[in-house]
């Protein structure tokens, strides 16, 4: 049925919500996982790697995603799930990041994407979006949304 299956990973405890259903769900079905984190780059600082160089230094939300990407890796290989990584900059081009994720989610050919949702209502889910809405919206494959308070069984 799901062959290949992408979660978004933001570190919050919906998003670890969606990670755990999508490892139980991939063992289950014998699907190979993608681990994507987005980092937005339109806040990092335009630090460099030294004097008069232009390659940027490495900074905390580049490391930051990297340990929860490694982490969301070796959740997966210990369920003996298949799995790779991918982190996405965010914004670059003034793009949302639930764009960003359709976009990976056709692009590496997902068949079913899942994302944690905080359940935001009113004037909150007005004024930050959601990245889950716009997923589902975009997105031409099945979406799961995961609430933190789902975990997986």
């Known amino acids: 049925?799901?062959?290949r299956l992408l979660v978004?990973?933001?570190g919050g405890a919906a998003s670890q919500a969606a990670l755990d259903?999508?490892?139980a769900l991939a063992a289950a079905l014998g699907a190979r996982l993608r681990v994507v984190h987005v980092i937005d780059t339109?806040?990092?600082p335009p630090a460099t790697s030294g004097a008069g160089s232009q390659a940027p230094a490495a900074d905390p939300a580049r490391?930051?995603?990297q340990e929860l990407l490694q982490r969301a890796l070796r959740q997966a290989q210990a369920a003996g799930v298949q799995a790779d990584t991918r982190m996405l900059e965010g914004q670059a081009l003034g793009r949302p990041v639930g764009e960003l994720l359709a976009d990976e989610a056709r692009a590496g050919g997902a068949d079913l994407?899942?994302?944690g949702s905080q359940g935001r209502r009113g004037l909150d889910r007005l004024f930050l979006g959601s990245v889950a809405e716009q997923m589902a919206r975009l997105c031409p494959m099945?979406?799961?949304i995961v609430h933190a308070a789902q975990a997986a069984g």
């Open 1 to 3: 049925m799901y062959r």
């Open 8 to 10: 978004a990973l933001d």
């Open 21 to 23: 259903h999508a490892v």
């Open 42 to 44: 339109t806040e990092l």
């Open 63 to 65: 490391l930051q995603g």
């Open 113 to 115: 994407v899942l994302v």
């Open 142 to 144: 099945p979406v799961m």
